[in-house]
């Protein structure tokens, strides 16, 4: 689901169609027993009943299972809207999409209403008159969870009338008079009653915006250019913001901040491992990435994280761990490519890729697999993603590259602390080189080394398994004389044409 700069665009959406048995009128609903609850008391009764299965609350939510996901359930079981502060990349957005789940999968509405109204519970003039008229003929529509979100990015540029309404002026081009409500055109938020609003960056949205929020968020109802409305809307409001102390754009005017029942405040990772399953669920890896690639990666995002030189006030995001594996696993495929490293797949595992003529053909699947070294293009491709301290101005390329090597030495001893690595020092003792970079094959690599003793410990430390493909035990290798280089037993040059060559320490 993605955003659009309303929301999520109504005209993206398709509702999937209701199952055939559900009832079609309001007569029919009222004989199937079903009974009209509010949106809070349906998440309330959905969340105790997962509660009470065992069953996940929040799918794809990593590292707030004892944090914030705590504090997120209270305040549903409670009524409460509210707004989730955090920095970047805290997955804030994410968790509020998955406050969808909790919903009943259909819920019925009346057919045609545009706020989605309850037959039993209608809320709209035109609606209480229809259900009058019709009786238990009222005509009844289904409504799937997914289509009762709503999601609306503050800008500079909202106005009162994306989110709450305004005037029609067609309405009244058609002979209607101001006072009739049926002039009015509705907002975004009445647009998703009996469902879950969601506005993102909420300090962003001006002043003067923020205060037509104040009757939705209390007295549950709106006011369009001077119309008494009383249209109880049932919703759950939810708004995320950066902390106001680094976004300085605006801020959260002091009644609405009164009107949320829970502010709750998200974070990063408190653990490598927990950054290591986000890196693993999000990342859309085209090649193969090692596991201690990972977490060189991972050690790297938190390292740049906690660094005086990296304003604090701004957070180091989520995505920047991702991107990171992303690219190193692009630099890998782009290696393969270059290189023409065919793997020696079975046919029933052969990547499908369209030919020019748009057919599809079978391609072998190139034995792609990331090494250590493939995460210096990260340092200059993301270095956007980082805000420094003013006076590193300049040194934004260096100071990553630091503290990358960091991280590279720091998983080197993580993973192969106590291991005799001498027969990997023992490969430079006469003069010689061994030679890597981003365009070395796996198999050139390999060849260099030879039979190397302690190799396969190293292997099984890596988790490489008892048959490592070539591309698994060159990345093993470069990891290996990375690290010895790190811990000063080896020396290492880069050539003019972008190879590295480790050796003797001179």
Same mark, same amino acid.
């Given at each position: ?52 299965? +065992? ?15 705590? @504090? ?77 979100? $709503? ?13 709450? +309404? ?9 002979g209607r008079t101001l006072g009739d409500p ?78 949320? $029942?829970?502010?709750?405040r998200t974070h990063y990772p408190t653990e ?22 990972? @977490? ?92 420094? @301290?003013? +006076?590193?101005? $300049? ?35 006469? +003069? ?58 080896? $020396? ?15």
């Amino acid at each position: 689901m993605r955003a659009s700069v309303g929301g999520v665009s109504e005209s993206s959406r398709v509702s999937p169609l209701p199952p055939a048995d559900l009832p079609t009128t309001l007569g029919a609903l009222r004989a199937a027993g079903h009974r009209y609850r509010t949106v809070k008391q349906e998440l309330r009764d959905n969340l105790q009943a997962r509660m009470r299965a +065992g069953a996940p609350r929040f799918d794809g939510i990593v590292g707030y299972d004892d944090t914030v996901l705590p @504090e997120v359930e209270r305040a549903l079981l409670a009524g409460h809207d509210m707004v989730l502060l955090g920095e970047r990349g805290q997955g804030k957005t994410r968790l509020i999409r998955s406050l969808v789940a909790l919903l009943d999968e259909w819920t019925p509405v009346i057919a045609g209403s545009v706020l989605n109204e309850h037959p039993l519970h209608p809320i709209t003039p035109t609606s209480r008159a229809l259900v009058a008229e019709t009786g238990d003929d009222l005509p009844v529509d289904w409504l799937h969870r997914s289509m009762r979100y $709503g999601e609306k990015l503050a800008t500079p540029d909202t106005s009162v009338g994306d989110l709450i +309404g305004d005037v029609d002026p067609i309405r009244l081009a058609q002979g209607r008079t101001l006072g009739d409500p049926e002039t009015i055109h509705f907002g975004l938020v009445p647009r998703t009653n009996r469902g879950i609003f969601a506005v993102n960056e909420l300090p962003d949205l001006a002043e003067r915006i923020q205060v037509a929020l104040l009757n939705v968020l209390e007295e549950r109802d709106i006011q369009v250019r001077g119309y008494q409305l009383r249209l109880p809307l049932d919703l759950l409001l939810v708004a995320s913001a950066n902390p106001e102390d680094y976004t300085n754009r605006g801020r959260i005017i002091t009644p609405l901040k009164d009107r949320f $029942g829970a502010e709750i405040r998200t974070h990063y990772p408190t653990e490598l491992e927990l950054e290591l399953a986000l890196i693993r669920q999000e990342a859309d890896l085209v090649a193969e990435v090692p596991e201690h690639v990972l @977490e060189v990666l991972a050690r790297f995002a938190r390292a740049v994280r906690e660094s005086p030189s990296v304003d604090p006030r701004s957070g180091v995001s989520a995505r920047f761990a991702i991107a990171a594996a992303e690219t190193v696993a692009a630099a890998a495929l782009r290696r393969a490519c270059l290189l023409g490293e065919d793997s020696s797949v079975e046919d029933d595992v052969l990547r499908r890729a369209p030919s020019s003529t748009g057919d599809v053909n079978k391609v072998p699947f190139l034995a792609a697999v990331a090494r250590v070294g493939d995460a210096v293009s990260v340092t200059s491709t993301l270095r956007g993603k980082v805000e420094f @301290e003013s +006076g590193e101005e $300049g040194r934004e390329i260096e100071l990553l590259g630091h503290l990358l090597r960091t991280a590279v030495a720091e998983t080197f001893r993580a993973r192969l602390a106590g291991l005799d690595l001498s027969g990997f020092t023992a490969l430079v003792e006469e +003069g010689q080189t061994i030679e890597t970079g981003e365009l070395v094959s796996a198999a050139e690599l390999l060849r260099q080394v030879g039979t190397v003793p302690g190799l396969a410990k190293v292997l099984d430390r890596l988790g490489a398994g008892d048959a490592p493909s070539t591309g698994q035990a060159a990345a093993a290798v470069e990891f290996v004389l990375e690290g010895l280089h790190l811990s000063r037993r080896l $020396g290492k040059d880069v050539t003019d044409a972008g190879r590295t060559r480790y050796g003797g320490r001179t």
